[in-house]
T-cell receptor, first 117, second 113 residues
Framework: GENVEQHPSTLSVQEGDSAVIKCTYS??????FPWYKQELGKRPQLIID?????GEKKDQRIAVTLNKTAKHFSLHITETQPEDSAVYFC????????????????FGKGTKLSVKP | NAGVMQNPRHLVRRRGQEARLRCSPM?????VYWYRQLPEEGLKFMVY????????ESGMPKERFSAEFPKEGPSILRIQQVVRGDSAAYFC???????????FGPGTRLTVL
């Protein structure tokens, strides 16, 4: 089945710097890659996602890149702010009906991002 | 426009008791996914349901765990004879269709004493 690895597990940056979180996946049949932000004690919130037919997607200070050949995707946050501090999860989803997939997400273990003022 | 609702938010049970966790999807969503999150870990898929049907339960333990999504009312995740290892946050997510974005509820934090 699919396996998602996420690095680093913790990341500390100064306010205003950029932060990059990387994920790799094992199954080339995965075609959807969302990123979730989870603040302490709260629900995971979808912040950006990318499908396998594009290589990059941007939304203000957040961007995601996808390299299908290498099977990795990354989250980039520019001009970080203290409110960006949270745990970020990447996930992958297999193509529907491939290997029995019905659309569930496979998550990485998370990256705890700390932005110091 | 209410998001995904879950209740209770916190649940304490003693070993051997039953836990019932409820999830009401977003309006217009008929697909529900349950995930479990252990402390300091990512979310692990448990089960996927549509109205009145279990589509994929490959992530759910074979014993003590069951899930349903009746025609009327919320989806329910039921854990019988809870053990300490069941302590975790249980999140449900809903989507319009299986190929659409999943939106998460606030979770139920289960503590087994």
């Amino acid at each position: 089945g699919e396996n998602v690895e996420q690095h680093p597990s913790t990341l500390s940056v100064q306010e205003g710097d950029s932060a990059v979180i990387k994920c790799t996946y094992s199954d080339s049949a995965s075609n959807y890659f969302p990123w979730y932000k989870q603040e302490l004690g709260k629900r995971p919130q979808l912040i950006i996602d990318i499908r396998s037919n594009v290589g990059e997607k941007k939304d203000q200070r957040i961007a995601v890149t996808l390299n299908k050949t290498a099977k990795h995707f990354s989250l980039h946050i520019t001009e970080t702010q203290p409110e960006d501090s949270a745990v970020y999860f990447c996930a992958a989803r297999l193509s529907l009906n491939y290997g029995g997939s019905q659309g569930n997400l496979i998550f990485g273990k998370g990256t705890k991002l700390s932005v110091k003022p | 426009n209410a998001g995904v609702m879950q209740n209770p938010r916190h649940l304490v049970r003693r070993r051997g008791q039953e836990a019932r966790l409820r999830c009401s999807p977003m309006k217009g969503h008929s697909h529900v996914y349950w995930y479990r999150q252990l402390p300091e870990e990512g979310l692990k898929f448990m089960v996927y349901l549509q109205k009145e049907n279990i589509i994929d339960e490959s992530g759910m333990p074979k014993e003590r765990f069951s899930a349903e999504f009746p025609k009327e009312g919320p989806s329910i995740l039921r854990i019988q004879q809870v053990v300490r290892g069941d302590s975790a946050a249980y999140f449900c997510a809903s989507s319009v269709a299986s190929y659409n974005e999943q939106f998460f509820g606030p979770g139920t934090r289960l503590t087994v004493l």
